[in-house]
Structure formats: C-alpha cells, structure tokens
C-alpha cells in the first residue's frame, strides 16, 4: 500500500512537472530554441493567477480564461517584436535575448510584486480523499487534470488545425514549410505564444501547490530543461512520462535524493539517446 | 504568365545565374534545361522566393513578385515542387497533403482537391495513414506534387522530379504532369537534365550553362544537335 501511495502522490505531481517543461520543448521542437526566460514566465503566470484571483475573490483556477490568452499574447508579441528579429543575427543572439529577457522579468517582478513569498490559496488546498486506503490530495488530482486537458488540447490543436499541421511542418523541414505557403516566422509566434500560455498554466498550478518569489524561476527552468531532456525534445507523451518520471522521482528520493535521482536520468538518456528530435 | 527577366542569383562571390530571362504563356507546359551545376535550381528558388535575387525582375500574371518571401508567392498561385521528393516524414500522408492546403486560398476547396489528389495518385489514398518517411523515392515526388496541389496552383514549377527514381517511377510521373497540366490546366515549368522526357512533353524550351539561358524556343522546333550544343557549350 505504501508503494502504491508513493507512486500515485508521484504520478499526481508529475502532471505538474510535465505542464511545466511543455512549453520549453515546445519552442526548443519547432523555433530551434532554449528559452531562458520560461521559468520567469511560469513564475509571471503563477503572479499572474494569485493576483487576479486575489483582487476578484475567485477560485485561482477561474483565472485562466485571462491568463491563457494575455500570456499566449505576451509570447506572440514576445517572438514577433524581439525574438525573431534576434533570430536574424543567429541562435546565439535568440538564446542571449531569452536570458535578458529572464532577467529584466525577475528583476521587474521584484520591484513591482515585492521579494515577499507569495501562494495562491484555494479552499480545497489541505483537503485529502480517502479510497481504498489511499490519501489523495484534492488539489494534486486539480492540477493533473489541468495539466492533462492542456496537453490533450494541445494535442488535439497540433493534429486536428491547419496551425497545428504548420507547426509539425514548419518542426520538420522549414524551407519545405515555405514552399506549402506557411510563414514561418508567424509559426514561431504562434509556438511561443502557445508555449506561454502553458507557462501560465504551469505558473498556476506552482502558486497552487507552493510559494513563490520573482526568484523562483530559475528552479523551474532546471525542472523544464530536465524534462525537456529525458523526454526526448519532441514529443507529447514524451514530455509527459518525462514529467511523471520527474515526479516520482522526487516522491521515492524526497527532499535529499529527489534532485540526484532526477538528474541521474538525465545524464542516462544523454548518454544513450544524446539526439534531440523535432517536435511531433 | 510567368515572366523572368535578366534574373541574377548570387552566393556570396559567386554568381550562380548570371543573366536569365524566360517566359511562359498560360497553359504552357515549358521546360529549363542543362547540366548540373548550370543554375537551374537557383532560377526556379529565386522564382519560388525562397532565395532572394541579386538582380532582374520576376512577373506572374503580369504583378512584380521579385524577391516575395515563398508562402506569399504560393499565395499567388505559383508552387514548386522541390527536388529530391521533399515532405514532412514524420507526419501522415493526409497531414502532408493538409499542409498543402494551408494557404487561405485553399481552404474551401481542401476536400474536393484531396479527391484529385488521391485520383492522380491512388498510392497516397491506400497509405494515407502511414508516416510520409516510410514512402518510396517515387511515392514521395507523388506525395510533393500532390502537395504542391492542395495549394490550388495556377502555375506548377518542378524541381528534377526524375532525380534518383527508377524509369518506370519517372514515366508515371510525367504521365501524372501531362494530366495534371490537361485536366487542371495547370501552367507547367519544369528543370530537367533529361532533355529527351522533358522536350517530349514541352511546349517551350530553355536551355541553360553556366547561369545563363543560352538557347530558347519552341520545343518542336530544337534540334537534337542544337541542344547538345548549347547544353555541353561545343
């Protein structure tokens, strides 16, 4: 019984894990980039939901319907107006524009939201179901189902939409991309906005689970490289496994030997699958 | 319909076409002709937009789309059909066919220009659900011409679509092209280094060396030894 409450708190967490490192391997399978500005952006979307459900007195959940679209704009106009146009001068000049970009949002997050810890209370944070022996946390069962219906919806918009075939397109050959009429710096920000708007659905589940500061982002982009790496920089179900490995990881080895366990597998799949493949 | 005029293409320090002019009527089929290396892959990606011309001008239906990025030239119904059978190998054959369609243009119509596709070419129906990377050499020209199809072209340009490809593959193709271009009324240029296919089938003819059309007129009326003279420079 305990094994199969460990693996079930590490499944549940593991959602989380796996929405968080969505957005990077997104960007990373399609525009060709490491964004290091996608902790800074998970942590805006975590600001982002405690803050609105704060000041209208809703459940944080609620807040997607705002966040999901301003942060697809933010990434949108983010790639189009900076990203882009870095993107000219070469990959070099793209990932040191992402790494200014991370620090002018921690630093502006700091003078704006104060360096004080911040969480996103909900009014089933501490409630526990009871089946068959089992604990299960109401709010881990929340946030795997969020981070299910995002993945399933993204899912669905890359198979199902002319912008989602773009975008495997544009991942697998751009210059036969072009030839099929797609733009493909437009599918870049469109694949950053997508990408943003998971950081907000990310940020939201981490000011639901944990507290958070302008400087926490730095830890999520390591938990997103992470998945990112172990599930193979190209795939759906690969970021999610990816992700559910992460979280039982942390689960079975705990505060000490979570990490350790974590990065081991990492280091593995370098080692035996070193390739990264476009996004699928 | 398609006028190329005094087209320069460089890379770099080298000059890659020198001097190009070409022009194909509505419904022509026309065919650019010469050995590797001669620039006739360069022409047809400076038409296309996907390299930028250092000089000359490019007309389809009389409007100056020089130097237009590819997805706007599609736009306008001018499609090339790369080299090489190119598609997206990991995705489906009908996802490959959908991107086709990708062009606002050709979203109505994407069903009724599947059936098309499917009837041109009946090999891409039976595996429209496999991977495109698991298809033939040939079946793959098929999947890129059908392709090039979903974007409801007025003006079809194709890349050596008989590179690499066994002779029965490469006469199918071309019987594909010469129904493509009767049924559709399609506008056809072709690059080829087979000078025999591609006369056969050409209603004007270009032949290129060294980056400049140094021949050009009816198909019919090129002699064998002119050709070889203009393609080999003897």
């Known amino acids: 019984m305990g094994f199969l409450q460990l693996l079930i708190n590490g499944l549940l967490l593991g959602g989380v894990y796996a929405l968080i490192g969505l957005g990077m391997t997104l960007v990373f399978g399609i525009v060709g980039l490491t964004n290091l500005a996608h902790g800074e952006l998970v942590i805006l979307g975590a600001y982002a939901s405690t803050l609105l459900a704060s000041a209208l007195g809703v459940d944080p959940i609620l807040t997607l319907a705002v966040t999901l679209p301003c942060m697809y704009a933010l990434g949108y106009a983010l790639q189009t107006l900076l990203i882009n146009r870095a993107m000219e001068k070469g990959n070099e000049a793209a990932l040191l524009v992402t790494f200014g970009l991370s620090i002018i949002l921690q630093d502006g997050m700091l003078l704006l939201l104060s360096a004080d810890a911040r969480h996103a209370a909900t009014a089933y944070g501490t409630t526990t179901l009871r089946a068959g022996g089992l604990n299960i946390p109401l709010l881990n069962l929340v946030m795997f189902g969020i981070s299910l219906v995002f993945v399933a919806g993204l899912a669905f918009f890359l198979n199902r939409s002319y912008t989602g075939r773009a975008i495997r397109a544009v991942s697998d050959d751009r210059d036969t991309a072009r030839l099929s009429g797609i733009n493909v710096r437009k599918i870049y920000a469109v694949a950053m906005g997508v990408a943003t708007a998971g950081a907000a659905a990310a940020g939201l589940c981490v000011g639901m689970k944990w507290t958070f500061y302008p400087s926490s982002g730095g830890q999520y982009l390591l938990t997103a490289f992470l998945v990112t790496v172990i599930g193979g920089m190209g795939s759906i179900p690969g970021t999610l496994l990816a992700g559910l490995s992460f979280g039982l990881a942390q689960v079975i080895g705990g505060a000490n030997y979570g990490l350790l366990i974590s990065y081991g597998v990492m280091l593995l799949v370098l080692a035996v699958r070193p390739a990264a493949t476009s996004w699928q | ?234």
């Not at chain 2, 460089?10 to 076409?17: I, K, W």
């Not at chain 2, 429209?128 to 059908?146: C, E, K, N, V, Y």
């Not at chain 2, 194709?158 to 019987?175: C, N, R, T």
């Not at chain 2, 032949?207 to 009816?218: C, F, Q, Y």
């Open chain 2, 1 to 234: 319909m398609l006028r190329v005029e005094n087209l320069q293409v460089n890379y770099g320090d080298f000059r890659a076409v020198s001097s190009a002019s070409i022009a194909v009527r509505k419904g022509e089929t026309a065919s650019v002709l010469g050995t590797n290396g001669s620039g006739k892959t360069s022409l047809l990606q400076a038409v296309a937009g996907l390299i930028t011309p250092a000089g000359g001008r490019v007309l389809f239906e009389e409007e100056e789309i020089t130097g237009l990025p590819a997805e706007q030239v599609v736009e306008r119904g001018l499609s090339l059909v790369p080299q090489g059978g190119k598609c997206f190998p990991r995705m489906s054959v009908y996802d490959n066919l959908m991107v086709g369609s990708y062009p606002k243009h050709a979203r109505p119509h994407a069903q009724k220009s599947l059936e098309r596709v499917f009837g041109l070419f009946p090999v891409l129906q039976e595996k429209r659900r496999d991977p495109a990377g698991t298809l033939s050499g040939g079946q793959r020209q098929m999947l890129a011409i059908g392709r090039a199809m979903m974007a409801a072209p007025k003006c079809l340009m194709f890349d050596e679509i008989s590179l690499g490809l066994a002779p029965v593959a490469i006469g199918e193709l071309y019987a594909c092209i010469r129904r493509i271009h009767q049924e559709e009324n399609i506008t056809v240029l072709m690059v080829e280094q087979n000078t025999e296919r591609a006369l056969r089938i050409s209603d004007v003819s270009f032949v290129m060396r060294k980056g400049e059309i140094v021949l050009s007129g009816p198909a019919s009326g090129l002699s064998s030894a002119e050709i070889r003279a203009a393609y080999f420079g003897i």
